[in-house]
């Protein structure tokens, strides 16, 4: 007796919550969790003559480390992350750092021009590295009438070089913006306390400035990583056959060749990366903000 | 001191150059674009050889292209409320209730913003197969929302982090019930935040290829169409369609811009 009303008195306390945040959890469940689960499942099976068969095995990751092919393309991906991380860290923390400390009146017009590009297409910031790069693009024609070269240059585009130049140019503003807001909640008594006990400013730079902003810095690196690695726009407009990433390679195995356990095997790979990428941020940020304090 | 910041600044001419240098490296390729849109010829070859809107007459004229505009709005009109329903009441979960594992759950609803967006295409599209529905609007529409969820509930999460539940209190103790308490305190503190995300929400949207790429039936969105255009080979309309896409952007940061820092207040 006492029970029963224990439990309608709990149902009517939570009847309203859960009415209310209930659905938003399912659909979480349902459409996120649920989802990417179904990825690593499918990882598992095989397909025979054009059907998914659920039969439990390793070949597919086998198939994907053990085989050069799918390995080097792996191996690429990550390398053309690393690089693309590497180049645009200096750049993007160039702007952050000029933009939280020197600009001043001019702050807000060059977050604006930094930012605007992430607003604009993806695709068309891609396409244009086309326009420029191309055999009978901007950069060519230029050479080529002003004389500078007889032969269009090939090794503008189509190749990891045009790759990297084109992720950097793409991913700069996601890299800057993590910066910028960990520079500007810097308090600038710390940096009048450093000049006032006789630190020369490259010293302030780097001894309060550099370790304030690490927590932005290795958001920034995971941001700018995981995204190059898995972008498939860039690598199939300007990449051509040497330029070839682990995303274009899915996308034939869920296309053309039918093999969706493979892409899928392939897919829980990346994640597998990315999510080791994102824990060794976590243990930096942590070791970090552990030799500030 | 006056000399000592006038040698700074002498000295800093390197790090002003070097910034101009990299917004140069920003710019050049988007001014480029709509100096080519002009381009009569097909060219690309400064000074352009005869200006003309020709492009941009190609651009008015293109039916599929308005039909795959249109669908993106529909996708947009549809993706915003779904990001709000699931993602407002969601920040809201977090923050007042002790959930178990709750920052775990935060976690991962914002695994969709740092998995790479094709990955997040082909797990709805696995799920979709499955149920046997069959891909339209409406699949690119589930892959969005659940691709731009983070964006809302980060947002508004964090505007509540920052919001003194004590106003809801007094608003409680002085005779107003929850709804009321709701719409005339809570909602006008989180309204800028819920603007903000929508906007970015919208934008995202509107450029999104990575999950779009998988879960697309016949109809197709603008970016997608689009990436068919540039597989076929390129033609100057493209140009045109970018400075205007550029110009829509650059009109949609200054509001997102405004209502966010409002936000920040």
């Known amino acids: ?191 009048e306390a450093s000049a006032d006990l006789g630190a020369p400013p490259l010293r302030t730079l780097i001894r309060v400035i550099v370790p304030l902003s690490m927590p932005g810095v290795i958001t920034g690196a995971i941001f700018t990583f995981c995204l190059s690695f898995g972008d498939f726009v860039a690598p199939a407009l300007v990449g051509g056959p040497g330029g070839l990433m682990v995303s274009n390679v899915i996308i034939s195995q869920f296309g053309a060749a039918f093999d969706w356990p493979f892409g899928s095997a392939l897919a829980v790979l990346v994640l597998i990366i990315v999510l080791a990428v994102i824990a060794l941020g976590s243990l930096a940020e942590k070791k970090s903000a552990g030799a500030v304090a | 001191m006056r000399g000592l910041l006038a040698r700074r600044s002498l000295a800093r001419l390197p790090l002003h150059a070097s910034v101009g240098l990299i917004v140069v490296f920003m710019y050049v390729p988007m001014v480029m674009l709509v100096l080519f849109s002009f381009n009569g010829s097909k060219l690309l070859l400064f000074p352009l050889a005869d200006l003309s809107w020709k492009w941009y007459a190609v651009l008015f004229a293109d039916h599929e292209l308005q039909r795959s505009i249109w669908n993106s709005v529909i996708v947009i009109v549809a993706v915003v409320p779904m990001t709000l329903a699931v993602g407002v009441p969601l920040a809201f979960a977090l923050d007042r209730y002790r959930i178990p594992g709750a920052a775990f759950i935060e976690q991962l609803t914002l695994v969709p913003l740092i998995v790479p967006g094709l990955i997040t295409g082909l797990a709805i599209l696995i799920v979709v197969k499955r149920m046997g529905i069959p891909l339209s609007l409406w699949t690119v529409v589930l892959g969005h929302s659940v691709g731009w969820l983070p964006v809302v509930v980060s947002q508004v999460h964090a505007r509540l982090r920052r919001f003194d539940r004590r106003l809801e209190e007094a608003s409680l103790d002085l005779g107003a019930n929850p709804w009321q308490t709701f719409r005339r305190v809570t909602y006008p503190s989180i309204r800028n935040a819920i603007l903000g995300s929508s906007l970015l929400v919208m934008t995202l949207s509107l450029n999104e290829v990575a999950i779009t790429f998988f879960l697309t039936g016949k109809d197709n969105t603008m970016p997608m169409h689009i990436w068919s255009m540039l597989r076929h080979g390129i033609t100057p309309e493209i140009n045109a369609i970018a400075s205007l896409s550029i110009l829509i952007s650059a009109a949609a940061v200054v509001i997102a811009l405004r209502a966010l820092r409002s936000n920040e207040e």
């Open chain 1, 1 to 191: 007796m006492t029970r029963r009303a224990d439990t309608s008195v709990v149902l009517r306390r939570w009847r309203g919550p859960v009415l209310v945040f209930g659905p938003p959890f399912l659909f979480v469940l349902a459409f996120l969790v649920y989802p990417y689960l179904t990825v690593f499942e499918n990882s598992f099976y095989r397909v025979a003559d054009y059907v998914v068969v659920r039969d439990f095995n390793f070949d597919n990751f086998e198939r994907a480390i053990g085989g050069e092919l799918y390995r080097r393309v792996l191996y690429v991906s990550a390398r053309i992350g690393v690089i693309v991380t590497l180049i645009t860290l200096p750049l993007a923390y160039l702007l952050a750092y000029y933009a939280a400390f020197v600009a001043r009146r001019w702050r807000h017009l060059l977050y604006f021009l930094v930012v605007t590009p992430l607003w604009t297409s993806f695709l068309l910031r891609v396409y244009v590295w086309k326009l420029i790069l191309g055999r009978t693009g901007l950069v060519n024609n230029v050479l080529t009438s002003t004389g500078a070269v007889d032969e269009p240059l090939s090794f503008l585009i189509y190749n990891q070089f045009s790759v990297c130049l084109t992720l950097v140019y793409i991913l700069l503003p996601f890299f800057f913006l993590p910066i910028y807001t960990s520079l500007e909640k810097i308090d600038p008594a710390y940096l």
